[in-house]
């Protein structure tokens, strides 16, 4: 399964109809829910590069390491 480096703890559950996927972001160090009725993962476990989130933590790493390496 392709997943975000920032994600910290996946966790898909079932309560009746509904899917819960709870997931845990480093960037912003919040616990997130998603309720679904189909098979609908969040975008940490799918596209996550498309992902604000994602985006500006990378950035910021990107331009730390280009800081230790110049
Ligand atoms: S995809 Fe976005 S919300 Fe999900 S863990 Fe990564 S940075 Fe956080």
Sequence with gaps: MRRCPYL????KDR?????VY????H????SKR???LSDSPPICVRTYEDCPLYQ???RREDR???RYTD
């Excluded at 910290?8 to 966790?11: D, K, L």
């Design 56 to 58: 500006a933590e990378k």
């Design 34 to 36: 998603k309720y679904a």
């Design 22 to 25: 709870r997931f845990d972001c």
């Design 27 to 30: 960037v912003d160090r919040k």
């Design 64 to 66: 730390t390491i280009t």
């Design 15 to 19: 309560r009746s109809v509904l899917r």
């Design 8 to 11: 910290e703890e996946f966790v």
